[in-house]
């Protein structure tokens, strides 16, 4: 890659630098539906993750250029779907990403205000008479039995109506008429806290939702507490990450702000004391494809978004994903492996040497973790860094320890470590009866007498690592070190 040339700073600068890449992006000019088919496309094409098999992991980030019933909009999918597609956007070694993000928690940059933006070159009123989200948002129906249109890459940002701190996530948006968006908040989320300030004082709630953005958003925001606690803006890490202030620009319509060089802004109100069914237009019962590589249960009663108004560029690009994708690994899971290093580091220093959020787990459910014991006094520390791992992200399941010697993004090399470095029944440690995540279809009273209620779990560590006093035992079988460039000039 020549690093020079990078100077991603939307989603059309990311574009343009994955076309400079072999094998990195694809595009079509066929007509593609975007209820179901789109997805399914991009299905067997990059998905990966936890999607359905057949799929392919590190297949191209994907444009769709004719969306059928859509006129001048694009749709892009895929950009984060590799660890290497995310490490060319933020300059960083795919294996040191956790490392970056941790430092640019630590080194975060606030969001300026700017007074014009791109964002805003065009605008649609809902006071329109022939305002419709349907007709303007290529919003994808992920499959047939879905709910309904989804965003599944709105960055939504609304602020704390009394300390005026604002928060950047991602939500389940699904649109559910001309002027309404559903939105499901898993609990604890940080503008559900904003939220449901507002409707206490029986205030709506301004948000906006801004879609196609510098995936170096799409990643900050993904960032959850402890790490990143209530009331810190994740757009401050996006800014260090590029060593630059996000800018902000005030909506048309809502005292509230939205990303300056996003394609498409949504601009809304959180309504007070109104409660949609999530599939009352399509009576399916589910919802969409989701992280753990299953289709959620629609929800029966959620809040609800009315939009007041959606800007966007001339020829804009919408910008969507597959939930049980790659693309959801890398978002949620490099942020969880910055956390884990930080909280780690910080009561040990040197010892954990890196983490990967696996991809098995969608980036949340599963950590593997290489430890490097130095002396007979670092006995037990690993199993003390993967309680400390639970902390950091409250949604992990399952810590693979490992040793340094193992290559901690081969699946293949940690289930070898876990066949020669692991018995079952000394090394396996369950904590049951903890907090975890309600997307696991494991995590229900039905399936465990320790779990009280959805979302309770069992937390395992998987210790996979030599007891120090018998290292000696455990040396792999050393290879002569060679040039293999003058067998083969071209190798890699
Ligand atoms: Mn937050």
Same mark, same amino acid.
């Given at each position: 890659?020549?690093?020079?040339?990078?100077?991603?700073?939307?989603?059309?600068?990311?574009?343009?630098?994955?076309?400079?890449?072999?094998?990195?992006?694809?595009?079509?000019?066929?007509?593609?539906?975007?209820?179901?088919?789109?997805?399914?496309?991009?299905?067997?094409?990059?998905?990966?993750?936890?999607?359905?098999?057949?799929?392919?992991?590190?297949?191209?980030?994907?444009?769709?250029?004719?969306?059928?019933?859509? @006129?001048?909009?694009?749709?892009?999918?895929?950009?984060?779907?590799?660890?290497?597609?995310?490490?060319?956007?933020?300059?960083?070694?795919?294996?040191?990403?956790?490392?970056?993000?941790?430092?640019?928690?630590?080194?975060?940059?606030?969001?300026?205000?700017?007074?014009?933006?791109?964002?805003?070159?065009?605008?649609?009123?809902?006071?329109?008479?022939?305002?419709?989200?349907?007709?303007?948002?290529?919003?994808?129906?992920?499959?047939?039995?879905?709910?309904?249109?989804?965003?599944?890459?709105?960055?939504?940002?609304?602020?704390?109506?009394?300390?005026?701190?604002?928060?950047?996530?991602?939500?389940?948006?699904?649109?559910?008429?001309?002027?309404?968006?559903?939105?499901?908040?898993?609990?604890?989320? @940080?503008?559900?806290?904003?939220?449901?300030?507002?409707?206490?004082?029986?205030?709506?709630?301004?948000?906006?939702?801004?879609?196609?953005?510098?995936?170096?958003?799409?990643?900050?925001?993904?960032?959850?507490?402890?790490?990143?606690?209530?009331?810190?803006?994740?757009?401050?890490?996006?800014?260090?990450?590029?060593?630059?202030?996000?800018?902000?620009?005030?909506?048309?319509?809502?005292?509230?702000?939205?990303?300056?060089?996003?394609?498409?802004?949504?601009?809304?109100?959180?309504?007070?004391?109104?409660?949609?069914?999530?599939?009352?237009?399509?009576?399916?019962?589910?919802?969409?494809?989701?992280?753990?590589?299953?289709?959620?249960?629609?929800?029966?009663?959620?809040?609800?978004?009315?939009?007041?108004?959606?800007? @966007?560029?001339?020829?804009?690009?919408?910008?969507?994903?597959?939930?049980?994708?790659?693309?959801?690994?890398?978002?949620?899971?490099?942020?969880?492996?910055?956390?884990?290093?930080?909280?780690?580091?910080?009561?040990?220093?040197?010892?954990?040497?890196?983490?990967?959020?696996?991809?098995?787990?969608?980036?949340?459910?599963?950590?593997?973790?290489?430890?490097?014991?130095?002396?007979?006094?670092?006995?037990?520390?690993?199993?003390?860094?993967?309680?400390?791992?639970?902390?950091?992200?409250?949604?992990?399941?399952?810590?693979?320890?490992?040793?340094?010697?193992?290559?901690?993004?081969?699946?293949?090399?940690?289930?070898?470590?876990?066949?020669?470095?692991?018995?079952?029944?000394?090394?396996?440690?369950?904590?049951?009866?903890?907090?975890?995540?309600?997307?696991?279809?494991?995590?229900?009273?039905?399936?465990?007498?320790?779990?009280?209620?959805?979302?309770?779990?069992?937390?395992?560590?998987?210790?996979?690592?030599?007891?120090?006093?018998?290292?000696?035992?455990?040396?792999?079988?050393?290879?002569?070190?060679?040039?293999?460039?003058?067998?083969?000039?071209?190798?890699?």
């Amino acid at each position: 890659m020549s690093e020079s040339q990078n100077s991603v700073s939307d989603l059309r600068s990311a574009l343009e630098l994955l076309k400079t890449l072999p094998g990195e992006y694809v595009e079509t000019n066929t007509e593609v539906d975007p209820h179901a088919e789109l997805s399914g496309v991009y299905r067997y094409v990059g998905a990966g993750g936890t999607c359905q098999r057949p799929t392919r992991k590190n297949g191209p980030a994907m444009v769709f250029k004719n969306i059928k019933g859509f @006129h001048d909009i694009s749709v892009a999918i895929g950009l984060n779907g590799s660890r290497q597609r995310v490490s060319h956007f933020l300059r960083c070694a795919p294996e040191k990403l956790g490392h970056l993000l941790k430092e640019s928690v630590a080194s975060a940059i606030p969001p300026i205000t700017v007074d014009n933006a791109v964002c805003q070159e065009v605008v649609h009123l809902a006071s329109d008479a022939d305002f419709d989200l349907r007709k303007l948002l290529p919003a994808p129906t992920n499959t047939e039995e879905d709910a309904g249109p989804y965003i599944t890459m709105g960055l939504c940002y609304a602020s704390d109506p009394e300390t005026h701190e604002s928060d950047i996530t991602i939500h389940r948006l699904c649109v559910q008429s001309r002027d309404e968006l559903s939105m499901w908040l898993t609990p604890g989320r @940080h503008i559900d806290a904003f939220r449901m300030k507002a409707e206490a004082a029986g205030q709506p709630l301004p948000i906006s939702i801004s879609i196609g953005v510098d995936p170096a958003i799409e990643i900050a925001a993904c960032f959850e507490p402890p790490t990143t606690p209530l009331g810190f803006n994740e757009l401050s890490i996006a800014g260090a990450l590029r060593g630059k202030a996000v800018e902000m620009v005030q909506c048309k319509t809502i005292n509230e702000k939205a990303i300056a060089h996003a394609e498409i802004v949504i601009e809304g109100e959180l309504l007070p004391d109104v409660r949609v069914r999530e599939d009352q237009n399509t009576d399916t019962g589910r919802a969409m494809p989701e992280f753990p590589g299953y289709t959620g249960e629609a929800k029966a009663a959620i809040p609800v978004i009315k939009v007041k108004a959606v800007t @966007h560029r001339t020829h804009p690009i919408w910008r969507t994903t597959v939930g049980p994708g790659e693309e959801h690994v890398n978002m949620a899971g490099i942020p969880t492996e910055a956390s884990i290093l930080d909280m780690v580091e910080r009561a040990m220093p040197g010892k954990l040497l890196n983490v990967f959020a696996h991809s098995a787990g969608g980036g949340k459910l599963l950590a593997v973790l290489q430890f490097k014991k130095s002396s007979p006094a670092d006995e037990g520390r690993q199993r003390q860094a993967a309680l400390l791992a639970f902390s950091a992200f409250p949604e992990l399941k399952h810590v693979i320890l490992v040793d340094e010697d193992v290559d901690i993004f081969d699946s293949d090399d940690v289930l070898w470590a876990m066949q020669t470095r692991y018995q079952g029944d000394v090394d396996t440690v369950t904590i049951p009866g903890v907090r975890c995540h309600p997307l696991d279809p494991s995590q229900v009273p039905e399936y465990s007498p320790s779990i009280l209620q959805q979302g309770m779990s069992c937390k395992t560590l998987f210790d996979c690592t030599v007891p120090f006093h018998l290292k000696h035992n455990f040396e792999r079988s050393k290879f002569k070190e060679v040039d293999v460039k003058r067998f083969l000039p071209d190798f890699e």
